[in-house]
DNA sequence: AGGATTTGACCTTA
DNA sequence: TAAGGTCAAATCCT
């Protein structure tokens, strides 16, 4: 097969996606009674070509891309967990690895959240996700009255996982943390190893705990993806035609696209985002919340080059539990080595 | 002792 | 060039 490069893979992807969405939004339309059946067949058949291609150039994307970005973090001491800055010695180290680093954060996907907390609570920040987090920066934001900090994933070095995060407390309302996400999480067995632990145990607690919480997958305002390569529209409905990881597919995850508008029993689902953010282990902190209708959720789903922004929303708990699974969702144009469709007769 | 946080310096981006 | 993002040594915490 021809070589194409990374870059025209993701014009093709982008170009691919749009022309995908635009079919679904023709899908959407289509309201015709009698060949309805016809149209809405013919719209699938679109749709599955286009979910084929994007897969296979997915793949294709995401082989030039590890060659080039992950290897060296995996490989070298000298990438993200620390290359020698100062001392110039190392031009490639240095000119290359923090090169790579820079280009990483731009094409990772990008979502924001706002999260309220409770004044008394003594907690230093916003309820976590469920994720461990280590804190690497902190800096004075111009014109912003508090600092932003800046974490990443504490397995970012044990397994390579490029998550970041950061959180800022709003000037309007100190009682809320805007939580910026970057990257997902590539340490995803191990969360949902504990996501599931944390179900089981929810499970056989009382009820008494519980606050439900609707979320709604819907067209309202409120979710937003940054995917600064590339469309966000693309980003989001490709990957609800076909989610790329099993994790969606098993267990509470599945709750949320499936049962959305379900009553979901919060603790239930969402304990694990009650972790402290200031700590890298699991410190709950549920007892401390206040009144979960206190606690909303803006999930921001956004694109920072493009006009268009897809809108799917959510009236949501205090973390992002559902939308941290929006890491799938955005990831979907990212190579997945469990992705359900079978690739290799194409290689 | 090992891991997490702090913080000033360095680097990239707009 | 200023602002934002990251690094990494120093320090703190368990």
């Not at 149209?39 to 679109?46: A, D, M, N």
Request: aromatic share 10%; proline share 6%.
């Amino acid at each position: 097969m021809e070589k194409i490069g990374t870059l025209e893979c993701k014009t093709i992807i982008s170009e691919l996606t749009q022309g995908k969405e635009l079919a679904n939004q023709l899908k959407n339309h289509l309201h015709p009674e009698k060949s309805r059946e016809a149209c809405g067949s013919l719209v699938e058949k679109i749709l599955s070509s286009y979910e084929n291609a994007l897969s296979v150039l997915n793949c294709m994307a995401m082989l030039g891309e590890t060659a080039s970005v992950s290897a060296p973090i995996s490989e070298s001491p000298n990438s993200l967990a620390g290359s020698p800055r100062s001392d110039g010695s190392n031009p490639f180290s240095k000119d290359q690895n923090q090169t790579d680093v820079f280009k990483k954060r731009k094409i990772l996907p990008k979502w924001n959240e706002e999260v309220r907390v409770c004044s008394g609570t003594g907690l230093e920040g916003p309820l976590d996700d469920g994720y461990n987090w280590r804190k690497y920066g902190q800096k004075d934001i111009l014109g912003a009255s508090f600092p932003r900090a800046y974490y990443r994933c504490t397995h970012r070095h044990t397994q390579g996982c490029l998550a970041t995060k950061q959180v800022q407390k709003s000037d309007e309302d100190p009682s809320i943390f805007e939580v910026n996400y970057r990257g997902r999480h590539t340490c995803i067995q191990e969360r949902l190893k504990q996501n599931k632990e944390d179900y089981n145990v929810q499970k056989e607690e009382d009820s008494n705990h519980r606050h439900a919480e609707e979320i709604v997958i819907s067209n309202e305002p409120g979710i937003k993806v940054e995917t600064p390569d590339l469309n966000p529209a693309e980003e989001i409905f490709p990957s609800f035609s076909f989610p790329s990881t099993p994790i969606v597919s098993d267990g509470l995850e599945t709750k949320f696209f499936l049962e959305p508008a379900k009553e979901s029993n919060f603790t239930e689902t969402y304990s694990p985002a009650f972790i402290s953010p200031a700590t890298s282990e699991c410190n709950y902190f549920s007892e401390s919340l206040c009144q979960m209708n206190d606690f909303w959720v803006d999930h921001n789903l956004q694109s920072s080059e493009s006009d268009f922004t897809n809108i799917i929303s959510t009236t949501t708990s205090v973390t992002n539990s559902p939308f941290r699974d929006w890491d799938f969702t955005t990831d979907s144009l990212e190579f997945d080595p469990s992705f359900p469709l079978d690739t290799s007769k194409y290689f």
